[in-house]
């Protein structure tokens, strides 16, 4: 019985200012209407001056906040440099700058995005809306998406579809691993297979008009051939409905199965890629425990040794991510380990976290430090190398390159190129006749 006046008195209080609430809404109604952030009390009050309050605008007050940090940077940090004409000196745009966050209670320190990692909004360019809702209206995946790259403002926001590119992902949108640098969905049992996928993904890009595409797919251990000769169903009718199509696959490491390897390196592509990501040190930390560096070499050996249609090795392709606390020398042993597996084409590129979830940001690379491993991989003997904080493994100047070796080695004439471009084509006709030598 002790328990019911303490009841009673819990609920007394809450019941006096909903009472007295009530009272002073319904005499004040007629004068103002109140808001939750706005205090009632100026409200109740009449103003001497509510009759000209038709021809003067009310000075505006500002609604008060809960958010006790008033530091907040403007939305210029957050964007590109948009001023061309005063750009920042290397000593100021190398320089990474720190901001303290949170309430007072518990400050912590955080770096902001450097300024060369800054990238454009997307999401007012008019190609960019049109691709993606040629996308969608054509159930097709993007690992632009997916994966929130940096570059899908740059890929799809050219002129024209013809000028973009799109890297579709082929067998849906979420994957059976769990890699901790990687945004895709993750689920032990995904939705089956689209049997229609790779007839639509055909007729799509044959009508799209493209020279050059990128098919890639989410690891699906959940099948037996863990998706192979579902990829290569898609790119033999793509190759079908337009031959001149380049198609590079980005594939996974289908457990280590070299049969399902070769299967999808024998179906028409012209480049077969498959990502180490990471320094061999790292893997066990950085990619899903299924997934080994010396597996991936694998693969990409594997790959190498299948012949194309025009009699030549297939082109194969990697990608390195930097940021991740790799070491000079470790980097350089990966490196070389590439080369003994005849890999073509490299490339770098920044890690960027794209959640809370995932793998810290250990290191922010200049845009300088990209440039010295570029110079490394050419030197090594690597066909072509792209390297840049914000180049990803579907990079428009490899693809541009590649496809101009590929046209070459059909006898057709090369597109226009220009800048390092055009040095590594008379770096590569070089070695094409020393070898040939």
């Not at 099948?223 to 590079?248: M, N, Q, Y």
């Not at 040794?305 to 991510?321: E, F, P, W």
């Amino acid at each position: 019985m002790a328990s019911a006046p303490a009841t009673m008195q819990r609920i007394r209080a809450p019941l006096q200012r909903v009472i007295a609430a009530s009272t002073t809404r319904s005499s004040s109604l007629a004068l103002s209407r109140s808001y939750a952030t706005i205090p009632t009390s100026s409200a109740t009050e009449p103003s001497s001056s509510s009759t000209a309050t038709s021809t003067s605008p009310a000075p505006t007050t500002r609604r008060p906040t809960y958010f006790k940090d008033t530091s907040l940077g403007s939305l210029d940090d957050f964007l590109s440099t948009s001023s061309p004409s005063s750009p920042l000196a290397p000593s100021d745009a190398y320089t990474l700058r720190t901001a303290e966050v949170g309430p007072a209670s518990n400050r912590r320190t955080i770096t902001r995005l450097p300024e060369w990692l800054k990238t454009p909004i997307p999401a007012g360019n008019d190609n960019y809306k049109q691709i993606k809702k040629d996308l969608r209206g054509l159930g097709l995946h993007t690992v632009c998406e997916e994966a929130r790259c940096p570059n899908i403002s740059e890929c799809w926001g050219g002129s024209n579809k013809n000028a973009a590119t799109a890297t579709i992902m082929l067998m849906g949108d979420t994957c059976t691993r769990g890699c901790r640098f990687c945004s895709v969905k993750t689920n032990r049992n995904p939705s089956p297979l689209d049997p229609h996928e790779p007839e639509n993904t055909a007729e799509a890009l044959a009508r799209w008009g493209l020279g050059y595409v990128v098919l890639t797919s989410v690891d699906r251990d959940d099948l037996a051939d863990g998706g192979a000769h579902h990829f290569a169903d898609t790119i033999r009718r793509i190759k079908s409905k337009k031959p001149s199509l380049l198609v590079e696959a980005l594939t996974g490491d289908f457990r280590g199965d070299l049969d399902m390897v070769r299967l999808v390196a024998e179906s028409g592509l012209d480049v077969y890629a498959h990502n180490v990501e990471t320094v061999e040190a790292l893997t066990p930390y950085v990619r899903d425990r299924r997934a080994t560096f010396r597996q991936s070499l694998e693969v990409l050996r594997a790959a190498k040794q299948v012949k194309g249609a025009d009699g030549n090795h297939v082109i194969t392709k990697t990608s390195l991510m930097l940021g991740l606390g790799e070491q000079e020398h470790e980097l350089m042993d990966a490196l070389k380990e590439l080369r003994k597996a005849d890999v073509d084409v490299v490339t770098f590129g920044q890690y960027m976290r794209p959640t809370k979830r995932h793998l810290k940001v250990e290191k922010y690379v200049t845009p300088a430090e990209f440039e010295m491993w570029r110079q490394r991989a050419v030197d090594m003997g690597f066909l072509y190398v792209a390297s840049g904080p914000l180049v990803r493994s579907s990079y428009k100047a490899g693809e541009a390159f590649i496809e101009n070796v590929l046209r070459r080695r059909a006898g057709g004439p090369p597109a226009g190129l220009s800048g390092k471009l055009e040095d590594a084509a008379v770096v590569e006709a070089i070695m094409k006749n020393e070898s040939s030598a």
